[in-house]
Nanobody
């Protein structure tokens, strides 16, 4: 069983920054592939970024150069640093991992980009 808890969402003006955190309750975190996804109102959930246990990263084209995913294995936490935020980044952001063939999702944290 894996539990994921996101935090760090909120209201930010266009051009601003936020850092999201996702902490996992799992015995072995360092080997897990971790991902951030988002779902905007009326749209399907989409991949934002992933990071392997070794630190290799992958980003959606829409966030490349603006968002950075990172992890602290000692704290069992993955981060999403979001800079130069745009109104179209408004969404609920979810943390996800897979273990033993099962997908685990957090409950999400809302990011609203608006002036």
């Amino acid at each position: 069983q894996v539990q994921l808890v996101e935090s760090g969402g909120g209201l930010v003006q266009p051009g601003g920054s936020l850092r999201l955190s996702c902490t996992a309750s799992v015995r072995i975190f360092s080997s897990l592939l971790m991902g951030w996804y988002r779902q905007a109102p009326g749209k399907e959930r989409e991949l934002v970024a992933t990071i392997t246990g070794g630190g290799s990263t992958n980003y959606a084209d829409s966030v490349k150069g603006r968002f950075t995913i990172s992890r602290d294995n000692a704290k069992k936490t993955v981060y999403l640093q979001m800079n130069s935020l745009k109104p179209e980044d408004t969404a609920v952001y979810y943390c996800k991992t897979s273990a033993w063939g099962v997908e685990y999702w957090g409950k999400g944290t809302l990011v609203t980009v608006s002036s």
